[in-house]
Structure formats: structure tokens, C-alpha cells
């Protein structure tokens, strides 16, 4: 098996910028397509099927997804969507920045194994967590930078006495309370440390790496949904000249070899102008983030339903429903994540126009959460998972 990937939405290390923001502008989300190929016979079929839709529309050289979300471009955009894309050759990795800091705030505070023991819980606490004030973020970022003694003790004294505001500020208030637990220990040679801070990379001034982490995550989710064919792997990647040594380095590393043992033969990094299946992995990870994330934002405002907002709503259905959910990893809050169940199903082109309301969204939510639990619940579970995470936690 090939698997060709290529990104979108600034990756590399996610810590306040020069302007105090998390992340710039309209640059929240972050996706990783890869494009998956069986065998060589496979491979053939699909270079040839893209390189036909670039030939249809005269597109000579690489063919950027930025170039697919030009207005003038959208009957291009479509016929991509319906005569590219399937649901047996890729697989998306969505990231909400603001929601990796939850889960890394909460791994520390909670304890990494709460996520694999207890997900539920995990995961209503880290939703409620992304909703509070970035301050807490940008604390827990200066933390890891210093990675001091010192600099972790304030975090955590931060953390029992922050007023929040989504989470119940009561004593059941998990993030205080087990942060009440952590103070003492401060006074031991063995403190409580960070998981990867500042110094953990090959790198010194490296953390928080969301493009490694996403690979890592693009991988184990192809590998657990059942791919018979994830062996032998040969993974090429568009160049991240920054990065590129820690990918190796951790792909090397004694917890990857738990994961995948032999699985995967090589990690290669190539040039999308040269690689016809990378520049298809950026078109798709390009259109899926700007779709995933004006759809989003658009929910969470009060004109969703107004028809001249339809565009990217209706866009990112007819993405899920060409990929399938079993090919995307949405690594956000729950809300986020059932929201865009949600959303895919009004917006289905058979979806009558009258149907869109927030009295049916409020149905399906309901519906969608019940699935996403039961689908959270299956992936805890599995085997890969549970014993190389609790080998190594």
C-alpha cells in the first residue's frame, strides 16, 4: 500500500504567535488528506483519473486546492467532488487547534489514561474546556515552553483557582479538583511533568507539533478501521523542511514500532509538483478544511439557516457523503463533531429545503450524539490502542 499525504491550515508547532493569538486568522482547523492506493494496478487507475480532470479543464502543472475555492471555479469544484473522490481511496484528519490544547491541558491535569478508560467523560470535559477563555491555553503554553518546575506548579495552581465558565466551578469540577491533588507533589523530586514540552523534540524549541500528531493519528485510524491492505506501507509526504526530521525521528521510536510494527516499510518526502497524488491529497485537505470550518463558524452565528449562506454547508455534505465518516477522523469538541453530522444531513441534496430548522437540528444532534458515542466507544476499545497506550502511560 501507498499512502500519499499533503496538509492545510498552518501547521508546525501550535503556541501564540508574535500578536498573543493561538492561531492566525481563519487558520483554527487543520486537515490531512491521504490518498490511499492498494496496489500498483490501483495507483494507475487514479493518477490517470485525475490527470484526465486536469486535462478536461486545460490545467497544466500543479493543480493547487486553493485554485478549487475560487468562485469562478466552482463547477470545477463540483465535478472534482463527484467524479474524483470516493469513499476507498481517502482519508481526512480534521483538527480543531483550540480542541488539541483542551486534550493536552486534560491529559496532564486528568491523567492520559482517562481518555482510553473513561472517554466519555474525557471527552465532555475537554469540550466544556475549549469553550472557556484562551487564557488558560495561553498559560498551559508558557508552561511548556519554560518547563520548569516552577513554570508547571503556576500552571497548575492557575488551573485551581481559573472561574470557569462551561464547566461546573464546583467541587465536581474534575479539572480543580485533580489539580488540588497535583499541588502537593510539587514539593517531591518526581514531580508531575508535561507529556512532550519544550526539549521533548529533537528540536529544543519545539511542541506541540499538530502535523506529526495528525499523521500519527491518520494512521492508527486507516489501520483500525479494518484496511486488510495496511501492510507493507510506503508513505510519501509533501516537504515540511522544518519538521521533516522529527517525523522520522518519532516514527523510529519505540512507541511507533509498538503501533505499527512492520507495517510500515519507508516515510518519504517529496515535492507536490512532482507528485501527482500529493497535489491530490492538498486539494482534498484544503477543500475539506474550508468547508469543515466555515460550516462551523456559520453554525454558531444566528444566520445558519439564510439561503445565501448555503454554499460551504452544502459543500461539506457533499464531501461527507463522497468520503464516508468511516474516512475522517474529526478530531474537535462534541459539539463540533455531531454538529457536522448534522449539518451533512440537511444540507444532503435530497434533503428537503423546508427541513432545514433548528428544531430538526436539535433532533438529529440527538440522534448523531448517540452514534458518536457508540463510535467513540469502539475505538477506546480497540486492541492497537488500549495496549500500546497503557504500555506506555
Known amino acids: 500500500m501507498n499512502i500519499y499525504f499533503d496538509e492545510s491550515g498552518n501547521s508546525g508547532c501550535i503556541l501564540p504567535n508574535c500578536k498573543g493569538e493561538l492561531y492566525p486568522l481563519n487558520q483554527r482547523h487543520f486537515a490531512l488528506c491521504g490518498v490511499l492506493t492498494s496496489n500498483e494496478e490501483d495507483e494507475k487507475i487514479l493518477r490517470k483519473k485525475y490527470l484526465d480532470f486536469k486535462t478536461k479543464y486545460n490545467i497544466e502543472g500543479e493543480l493547487k486546492g486553493s485554485d478549487l475555492l475560487i468562485k469562478k471555479n466552482n463547477h470545477i469544484l463540483l465535478d472534482f467532488i463527484e467524479n474524483i473522490l470516493d469513499d476507498s481511496h481517502f482519508h481526512v484528519c480534521c483538527y480543531d487547534k483550540k480542541f488539541y490544547l483542551a486534550t493536552l491541558v486534560s491529559d496532564y491535569i486528568l491523567g492520559p489514561l482517562v481518555k482510553i478508560k473513561w472517554p466519555e467523560i474525557y471527552y465532555t470535559l475537554a469540550s466544556g474546556l475549549v469553550l472557556e477563555d484562551d487564557s488558560i491555553f495561553m498559560k498551559y503554553c508558557d508552561a511548556i515552553s519554560t518547563n520548569t ?30 489539580a488540588y491533588v497535583l499541588l502537593p507533589e510539587f514539593s517531591k523530586i518526581d514531580y508531575p511533568q508535561f507529556f512532550l ?21 491518520s494512521l492508527i485510524s486507516i489501520k483500525i478501521n479494518g484496511y486488510d491492505r495496511f501492510q507493507n506501507v510506503s508513505i510519501y509526504h509533501d516537504h515540511i523542511t522544518e519538521f521533516e526530521l522529527e517525523f522520522r525521528d518519532t516514527f523510529n521510536s519505540e512507541f511507533s514500532q509498538k503501533l505499527f510494527a512492520d507495517d510500515i516499510c519507508s516515510l518519504n518526502f517529496v515535492d507536490s509538483q512532482d507528485e501527482l497524488l500529493v497535489q491530490l491529497a492538498d486539494n482534498v485537505s484544503s477543500v475539506f478544511r474550508k468547508a469543515f470550518s466555515e460550516s462551523i463558524f456559520l453554525f454558531q452565528s444566528p444566520n445558519r439557516w439564510e439561503n445565501e449562506h448555503n454554499w460551504f454547508p452544502s459543500l461539506l455534505a457533499k464531501l461527507i457523503f463522497k468520503l464516508h465518516l468511516k474516512n475522517l477522523k474529526i478530531v474537535t469538541s462534541i459539539d463540533d463533531n455531531v454538529g ?7 444540507f444532503h441534496k435530497d434533503c428537503p429545503l423546508e427541513y432545514r430548522n433548528n428544531r430538526n437540528y436539535s433532533l438529529l444532534f440527538q440522534q448523531f450524539l448517540v452514534e458518536f458515542w457508540e463510535d467513540l466507544d469502539t475505538f477506546s476499545q480497540k486492541e492497537i490502542i488500549t495496549e500500546a497506550f497503557g504500555e506506555f502511560y
Open 149 to 178: 518546575r516552577e513554570s508547571t506548579q503556576e500552571f497548575v495552581e492557575f488551573i485551581s483557582t481559573f472561574p470557569f465558565k462551561y464547566i461546573p466551578n464546583t467541587e465536581i469540577n474534575l479539572y480543580k479538583k485533580m
Open 197 to 217: 514540552p519544550v526539549g521533548s523534540y529533537l528540536k529544543s524549541n519545539y511542541t506541540n507539533i499538530i502535523n506529526l500528531t495528525s499523521l500519527g493519528e
Open 340 to 346: 457536522m453530522r448534522c449539518i451533512a444531513n440537511l
